[in-house]
């Protein structure tokens, strides 16, 4: 049986909490009914205190402190709640976690990021080198702060060493599941993920990111020319044509844009086109000849290519996933 810290800090997001602890006790459940050995003792540890009421009218009351000496075989790390606190006041609130995370990796102990949890390995260091995943909406920031990290951010899960790190939002519990499968079996992971309609075996995230445009940047020719191709990017724009708008030789012009966004100025257009096209395709639009014209595309089949390899799906496929059914 592997004993099991879930760590409470100020600032956490309240039901990853409950879903994470949730899902381990039914994974117990489940391997009882099915005469296996109970595979998990599960704890809630503290960090500033035993008791945590974070953004919902619900209270946490933690078995242990970090500051008791007791001994764990894995550390979860649930996600941060960044719309109550900027990230760098999170971190800088929880060094004393950080130091302590740090501890138990080199005692052996496996460590498991959820989410937006990832920030505490990625500022603790621990990841460095290692592939890691996060909320996808924190993807680019999280490359620019740790550039020496290898982030997937199209991954629901990786693991690399004694460290689990799980994807955005609920798509963070596969990451949760694959643990579950790997300490206690198939068939429980299998049993839980049909019980609680998860989508098991989900590799990709990419489904369900929304591109707005990495801004995150002080460079104003750059945000000038981001401006520039979300608005003219239904026409058939060249990166010399915008390099143009700002002045600008295209060799320094891609350097310049690839360094402020992390994308060059052709992967930026399409990004652009392809979110374009799922807003179309999830509002009601069922033709994809129409909707691959009405972005700047005159070849359905290049279209097609591109829409899979940024969100995983075919444009029909995502079309059907999306569109409202609920009056059919």
């Given at each position: ?18 879903n ?21 003792q ?14 919902l ?12 000496d ?17 990230v ?12 302590w ?5 080199d ?64 798509s ?17 992971a ?5 019980y ?34 979300e608005e ?7 990166v010399e044509q915008?390099?143009?708008?700002v ?28 979110e374009a ?20 595309y ?10 899979k ?9 995502y ?9 059919e």
């Amino acid at each position: 049986m592997k004993h099991i810290s879930i760590i409470l800090y100020e600032g956490i997001l309240s039901t990853a909490v409950s879903n994470t602890t949730a899902l381990l006790m039914s994974a117990n459940e489940t391997a009882i009914k099915k005469g296996m050995q109970l595979p998990f003792q599960i704890d809630l540890i503290g960090v500033q205190k035993k008791s945590i009421q974070s953004g919902l009218p619900i209270l946490f009351q933690c078995n242990r402190m970090i500051s008791d000496d007791f001994n764990t075989d894995v550390v979860i790390i649930p996600p941060m709640n960044t719309e109550s606190q900027p990230v760098n006041t999170l971190l800088a609130q929880n060094k004393e976690l950080m130091d302590w995370i740090k501890k138990k990796y080199d005692q052996k102990t496996e460590i498991i990021s959820l989410c937006t949890g990832a920030y505490f390995l990625a500022e603790c260091g621990l990841l460095d080198g290692m592939p890691a995943t996060s909320h996808w909406g924190a993807i680019n920031d999280l490359q620019k702060k740790y550039p020496q990290i290898d982030f997937k951010p199209d991954h629901v899960v990786t693991h690399s060493k004694a460290i689990i790190t799980g994807g955005g939002g609920f798509s963070s519990l596969n990451a949760l599941l694959y643990f579950i499968e790997k300490n206690s079996s198939k068939e429980v992971a299998v049993e839980l993920s049909k019980y609680y309609a998860l989508d098991y075996g989900r590799t990709s995230q990419n489904i369900f990111s929304i591109f707005s445009g990495q801004r995150l940047h002080d460079d104003h020719e750059i945000h000038k020319a981001q401006s520039y191709i979300e608005e003219k990017f239904k026409n058939d724009i060249s990166v010399e044509q915008v390099a143009g708008e700002v002045n600008m030789s295209k060799r320094n012009f891609i350097r310049r844009f690839k360094n402020a966004t992390t994308l060059n100025p052709i992967e930026y257009i399409q990004r652009i086109k392809v979110e374009a096209a799922k807003k179309a395709l999830e509002t009601g639009e069922t033709n994809i000849a129409d909707v691959t014209y009405s972005i700047g595309y005159n070849d359905l089949k290049t279209f097609r290519t591109l829409f899979k390899r940024i969100t995983g799906l075919t444009p029909v496929d995502y079309r059907n996933k999306y569109r409202n059914n609920f009056a059919e």
